[in-house]
């Protein structure tokens, strides 16, 4: 790895960054790439988020579905664990709640195939620091 | 096109089914289920204006729907792309309708500040850190700016430490810095004990380099190269996390050698707390970091003067850590904007308890506790009444209805006795017994009292026994006052924070519930039904039938009667274990 020597340096890598996470959303079938985080602190863990990351992971790949599969830190919906969020290419990002394999199944089936919501969203209600 | 309707608990009880019902009939009398679809949605944190309904993707937000209201919304909204003016929310300060839940500010009670990147970033990848600006604080700092500029700006920010007792962290660092040393430490304190407090585990797991970031700043503005991050080993993925994001800053050269080009050089050490509670206190945990027993020592000397090694060492909570980076890119103004006169920015709490959305939330200082529990938190349990809310974990006090429009800042929790603690906010029902909460706090402090000072170690037992005689129903009138002299005693005298703040839970329910330490006393009740030994079992002689099952069942034959006549409870016997209560299939057994 080569190392940040400057703070132009660190703002270069930053925007290299920004355009490859973009790039990585608009590779071959820019249409397409799904984009899913799953919620793993503790918590999430505990209440089954690992499995559910496996078997998104596996499951894109066994139907065909571009996407990519990562895990972050706690989304702060403790009630609702597991809990992931779904990026559709051209949509806002939806949080879902209560992710067991089943649901995660129907998740896979209905949102991303189809554009078809599911019960369990968690609606969003804070706000980031970016728009203040 | 969807229709969102609210499936938390709170908009449940206002018949949220029966809306999503009506609404996916009415679809599909006009052919529309094909084309509009009825989703069911956890809590959107406004109960107070529930049942919601949102209509996506214009984001119509419709408040207290009734399932009536099902076929106007389909054939205004939905057929005719009409919004139904009176189901929207109206302003309270404008009077006007807002129809868009994005222009609802108000409704918006969170913001994400130490938080910011918990459940945004793979904490385990640095390149996400930075392309959210991670590192650019650094940066910024130590190309740009004199240390003595960094600590004016954290000072002009009004940051407070987030640990509890909310010193100022500006001027705390200008102290280490003005300490001469051939070598200082900046330590985060991450051990993390109150009962039912997440806050600093969430960060450190969602967000290492945040803490990371603000070490070496830190370390940069006082002067110290090294930097050491106490932790509790029953932390594992946090500290995981933290290796991972401490080898992934020293590959890019954020830590180590000549940061930056600039000269200045920082690195991190972890170092591992066996989980006592008093450790949180920062001379025991320097002294434990040092191999020594986790035991506190008199102030002065600060740890800013004599800390870690007997040198000059700077002591903050994470929270307060994760805070630094956004106020060094954002400005000190902008943090100083949000919060109450004396308390800037915001608080991540960690709800707990009797609480629908069990949850970690970030709000700015100056919400009040009406706000995070029945709107954010979405309310009580089982529709039960709210009866108090426990604050700043063993240390802390319970809050009740009489606080609940109180704005939360560190001012405000003292003055209500209380305070703020490092976030927990455990929420309790009309079940609770106000007594024995007391007790249990007490128990935890008996056990994790280190015993080096008298008051503490011999007080908070003595405590513990009285409550516990209330409980069993043996208390007197005299013990109340015990408990008050001994309370202050141990709060005067006490060598740390520990015991100075231990008796809190006692005082503030004596304060808050003095008629239930009444009625444990005098009545010999326990108003909430908790206290075992207060409770007893009687049989409705009316309602018996005489089947004998509880006589069966229970295991001291403390029960007795003939077949198919009333059967009675012998409570000289009886247990009080409730096999019978369970096993009664006519209700005829009930708690006295």
Known sequence: ?132 | MHLLVCGGTGCRASESDAILENLQSTLAENNLDGEVQVVKTGCFGFCEKGPIVKVMPDNTFYTQVKPEDAKEIVAEHVIKGRKVNRLLYLDPENKEHVADSKHMGFYKKQIRIALRNCGFINPENIDEYISRDGYEALAKCITNMKPQEVIDEIKASGLRGRGGAGFPTGLKWEIASKNAADQKYVVCNADEGDPGAFMDRSVLEGDPHSVIEAMAICGYCMGATKGLVYIRAEYPLAIERLKIAIDQSREYGLLGEDILGTGFAFDLELRYGAGAFVCGEETALIHSMEGLRGEPTVKPPFPAEKGYLGKPSNVNNVETFANIPVIINKGAKWFASLGTEKSKGTKVFALAGKINNVGLIEVPMGTTLREIIFEIGGGIKDGKKFKAVQTGGPSGGCLTEKHLDTPIDYDNLIASGSMMGSGGMIVMDEDDCMVSIAKYYLDFTVEESCGKCTPCRVGNKRLYEILDKITQGNGTMEDIDKLRNLSNVIRDTSLCGLGQTSPNPVLSTLDNFYDEYLAHIKDHKCPAGQCKALMQYVINQEACVGCTACARVCPVNAISGERKKPHTIDTAICIKCGACYEKCKFDAIFIN
Do not use: W
Not at chain 1, 16 to 29: A, G, P
Not at chain 1, 76 to 90: K, L, R
């Open chain 1, 1 to 132: 790895m080569v190392k940040v020597k400057s703070l132009a340096d660190l703002k270069k890598i930053k925007s290299e960054l920004q355009s490859k996470l973009d790039l990585r959303e608009k590779s071959e079938h820019p249409e397409k790439i799904v984009q899913v985080k799953v919620a793993m602190a503790t918590c999430g863990i505990a209440s089954g988020a690992k499995q559910v990351m496996d078997f998104m992971i596996e499951e894109f790949e066994k139907r065909g579905i571009d996407a990519v599969v990562t895990q972050t830190g706690c989304m702060g919906y403790c009630y609702a664990e597991p809990t992931i969020e779904v990026t559709v290419p051209g949509k806002e990002p939806i949080v879902f709640g209560y992710v067991n394999i089943q649901k995660a199944d129907t998740i896979i089936e209905k949102y991303v195939k189809n554009g078809e919501l599911v019960d369990g969203i968690i609606p969003v209600n804070y706000e980031t620091i970016e728009k203040q």
